[in-house]
């Protein structure tokens, strides 16, 4: 051994080829127990397999590791030819050790980062390293201030639950107020945290805290160490400790992060699935025809969107029908909500999940988000019920309707007289064809306009106005049109209730009197006329017979005379009281025709001889044209000569002085035809459908006709009652043709006289 050797503070020993241990250097000594040890083997076992008297020849050098006293330490064997010994060198390598394990904690810790595991494998770590009993990581924030949460805790080599614990009082709060250093409190001030449950229950008497910062210097978390045991002096840990806590900082933020990407993307995701359940349900309102249907889709789109689609399952009910979904159950795990329509509950809308769902989930297996979806749909289906309702009871009532009012107006069309239905403003719903016409609107129906302003009677649209305010009705009112030819109608309303879409209507029926009006005046006329005329001849008569009576010494000429015109006075009285009687026999259907075979000839003079005298006193020329050889006919011959009388009597009455009468006979395929034509005043084109009804007169300007106007009706009535037709056709100021069509019947033989 050199002297070298023998200085050197490191151990030194020396060996021979057999492996006795030859020398030791004070250091040796020291470190070693080397008491009895005779064999480097003995003293290092690892040695006990070398060939060491080879290993001397050689010079070789050989490393060996072997533990001592609780040390480690690192052998160099170096063999010494020359010295035919070899040296071992010895050297501390303990602390190498401790390092390497610290790494190998670090590099355990750092693989776990994102595992699951990461903060247990961080206190197990934790714990081992710093040969402590228990070690803990907890989060911290301000908002939390006096509390933190125990994310992992391990204690005597198991990891154990630790609930949520207060801060003050304890070494904690101090490693929180002391960042960034590692704190490290030993026996004598832990005492100081009598509040510390942890230190308390381990009898701790030494504590290692360090925080866990956030990249602002933020702290959200710490580490802490508790043993019973003084803390061991030692290498300090400070390093491996700050770099756990850098690792636990990066892996809570990552978790954080993490946490709330995943809940974003769990709002996302279930957001997705209750939005693809609305638009399914918008997809099957739009195309599905009823409701029975739209509930069957709705069954099957409502699990998927539920937070465990597989396990949802579910039901509707509605109007007493049932939906359910593939596999419904009903369990405990169920949640509905009401169908309302028009403020009734008509059903429900529910999810059940199936009994496999975890119970034990905070405040059970519903999401806020499918409660407000649930609602949603329940919602949104009754009120598509109740629009399906409506727009198909709106449909029935417009049928019902449209068929009411097509009803209505057939018939109203279909009824002769004119029909005219106005709401309460007097507004015009419908007029027919025959109330159009008689109003003078033509093909127009003038629906939507205001009724009374149609009309020009001033008089008739106030009484329809205060009747209608009174709400009562009336009858055969009088209303009066004016224009070219005016007309009266006689007018009839009544209110009828809710007669169209519900609302009460009036219905006015125009009946078109203009004749009967006229009549009625002619009949004024008439009874006037009559009675002027029945007066003018008595009082005549009357005169002439008192004169006579008076006058027993008349001249005889004279008294011819007025008897002469008493006879005449007394015809005209006959031959009026006659007409009138004839007219009251045929009106009331009594007129009894006396047929016997008559001459045409010998008829027509007789007529004509009656008008002879006044055709002279008027110089009127009389032509006559008789088809010779006529045959004899059956016929009245007292109404066939007035018939024949009375067309000649208006023709002298109507034509001027030193005018033209002819008079026409002739037969016509069976048919007699008699013409009267004259030169006269003619008759107005708008008279000439009128003059042959009774007491007609044609009125122009102050001529006022002789006659009582019934000579023409008779001659239609005489001329029906005979089978046959009479015609006329005028010219103003020209001249007027009557036509008579008889049938020719010719007597047979045998024949007799009608009875
Ligand atoms: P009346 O006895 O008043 O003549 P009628 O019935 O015979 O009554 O005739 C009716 C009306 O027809 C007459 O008032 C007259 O205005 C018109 N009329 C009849 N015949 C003629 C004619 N030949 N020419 C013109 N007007 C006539």
């Known amino acids: 051994m050199t002297t070298v050797d023998a200085f050197n503070p490191s151990p030194v020993l020396t060996f021979d080829a057999q492996g006795i241990i030859l020398e030791s250097n004070p250091a040796a000594r020291a470190a070693f127990s080397l008491e009895g040890i005779l064999t480097l083997g003995e003293f290092l076992p690892a040695a006990r397999d070398l060939d060491l008297g080879e290993s001397i020849q050689q010079g070789l050098q050989i490393w060996l590791c072997a533990q001592h006293s ?72 301000e908002a939390r201030g006096g509390h933190a949460l125990p994310v992992a805790v391990w204690q005597d080599g198991l990891f154990v639950d630790e609930d949520e614990f207060a801060l003050t009082g304890t070494p904690f709060r101090t490693v929180l107020e002391q960042t960034p250093s590692v704190v490290t409190i030993r026996d004598e001030t832990l005492s100081r945290y009598p509040g510390c449950a942890i230190a308390q229950r381990l ?31 030692g290498p300090p840990k400070d390093v491996m400790l700050r770099v756990f806590a850098a690792c636990a900082a990066g892996e809570l933020q990552r978790r954080q992060a993490e946490s709330r990407f995943q809940r ?30 739209i509930c069957e889709d709705l069954v099957q789109l409502i699990p998927p969107a539920w937070r465990y689609p597989e396990l949802a399952r579910a039901r509707i009910i509605l109007d007493g029908r049932e939906y359910t979904s593939r596999r419904f159950v009903e369990t405990q795990w169920g949640q509905s909500a009401a169908v309302v329509v028009d403020t009734r509950a008509r059903g429900m809308v529910q999810v059940y999940y199936a009994d496999d769902v ?89 629906v939507d306009t205001d009724f009374l302003s149609h009309l020009k009677d001033k008089e008739f649209c106030e009484i329809w106005r205060e009747t209608a305010d009174a709400g009562s009705d009336f009858a055969k009112r ?129 007529a004509v001889s009656v008008v002879t005298a006044a055709m002279l006193a008027k110089q009127i020329i009389f032509e006559q044209d008789i088809e010779p050889g006529l045959p004899r006919f059956l016929a009245d011959p007292t109404r066939f000569h007035t018939i024949v009388c009375n067309l000649l009597e208006n023709a002298v009455k109507f034509t001027p002085q ?10 016509e395929d069976g ?21 042959f009804e009774r007491f007609y007169q044609v009125k122009s300007g102050t001529r006022k006709s002789a006659g009582a106007g019934l000579g023409l009706f008779l001659v239609r009535e005489m001329v029906k009652l005979h089978g046959g037709t009479v015609t006329v056709e005028s010219e103003l100021e020209r001249g007027t043709i009557f036509t008579v069509r008889l049938p020719l019947v010719i007597p047979g033989p045998e024949t007799k006289p009608d009875a």
């Open 358 to 446: 975890q119970a034990a989930m905070p405040g059970g297996p519903f999401l806020a988000s499918e409660r407000k979806l649930l609602d949603a749909v329940a919602r949104t289906l009754g009120e598509a019920l109740e629009r399906r309702e409506i727009e198909a009871d709106n449909r029935r009532k417009a049928i019902i309707l449209a068929q009411e009012r097509n009803r209505l107006e057939t018939i109203l069309r279909g009824i002769g007289e004119g029909v005219v239905v106005t709401d309460t403003r007097d507004r015009v719903l419908m007029m027919n064809g025959t109330a159009q016409d008689l109003l003078g609107f033509g093909a127009r129906e003038p």
């Open 671 to 691: 048919v007699l035809v008699i013409q009267v034509q004259d030169t006269g005043i003619g008759i107005p084109k708008d008279h000439l459908d009128n003059i």
């Open 203 to 233: 009898n701790a008497s030494s504590f290692v805290g360090v925080t866990v910062e956030h990249g602002e210097g933020e702290r959200i978390a710490f580490l802490g160490l508790f043993d019973p045991e003084p803390l061991r002096e």
């Open 70 to 141: 609780d040390l480690l330490y690192r052998f160099l064997l170096q063999g010494v030819p020359s010295e035919s010994k070899g040296y071992v060198y010895a050297q501390d390598i303990s602390d190498l050790r401790i390092a390497h394990a610290d790494l190998r904690a670090i590099l355990e810790v750092t693989r776990a980062l994102t595992q699951e595991n990461f903060f247990h494998a961080l206190v197990r770590n934790l714990a081992r390293s710093c040969g402590m009993r228990y070690a803990m990581v907890g989060t911290y924030s």
């Open 478 to 606: 009088d209303l009066r049109l004016g224009g070219k030819h005016p007309r009266t109608l006689s007018v009839t309303r009544s209110r009828i209730p809710e007669l169209i879409q519900g609302e009460d209507c009036y219905v006015t029926i125009l009946h078109d009197v203009t004749k009967e009006r006229e009549i009625d005046q002619m009949k004024t006329d008439f009874v006037s006329g009559v009675s002027h005329e029945l007066r003018t001849p008595m009082t005549s008569i009357k005169g002439f017979v008192t004169t006579l009576l008076r006058s027993p010494d008349m001249p005889q000429h004279l008294r011819e005379h007025f008897l002469g015109i008493i006879h005449e006075e007394t015809d005209r009285l006959m031959k009026l009281i006659e007409e009138v009687l004839e007219m009251g026999s045929i009106e009331s259907g009594r007129a009894v025709l006396r047929r016997v075979p008559l001459d045409v000839t010998e008829q027509v003079s007789g």
């Open 658 to 667: 030193g005018g033209q009468i002819s008079l026409r006979a002739h037969r």
């Open 264 to 293: 974003v993307l769990v709002t996302f995701e279930q957001q997705l699935k209750e939005l693809s359940c609305i638009y399914g349900l918008a997809e099957s309102l739009r195309t599905r025809e009823n409701i029975e249907a």
